[in-house]
């Protein structure tokens, strides 16, 4: 038997805690629906309000409007009103990022 554990210990040192895994992997999470992707794509090029989205991706401004939360819960997306319109835009640089480096992994 070999005794790996000073290596065990290495490796244990590194590895975040659960629920920032859990953050993590709640993060991953909402990248696994291709409308979600979809709408960061077209913010990417620019702020947008709902009915652009919608009408951009063919789809309901309710269907729309659904995963705009879930992408503003997970801090993706932010808005800004200007009356009654809301436009909506990419939270930070770190997003495009994320899909950038996935879109080059399954691309290999």
Known sequence: MHDHHSLLDEVHQVIPD???LCDLADLFKIFADSTRIKILYGLFESEMCVCDIAQLLNMTQSAISHQLRSLKQSKLVKYRREGKTVFYSLADAHVRTIINQGL????E
């Open 18 to 20: 659960d629920e920032l």
């Open 104 to 107: 080059e992994h399954v691309e």
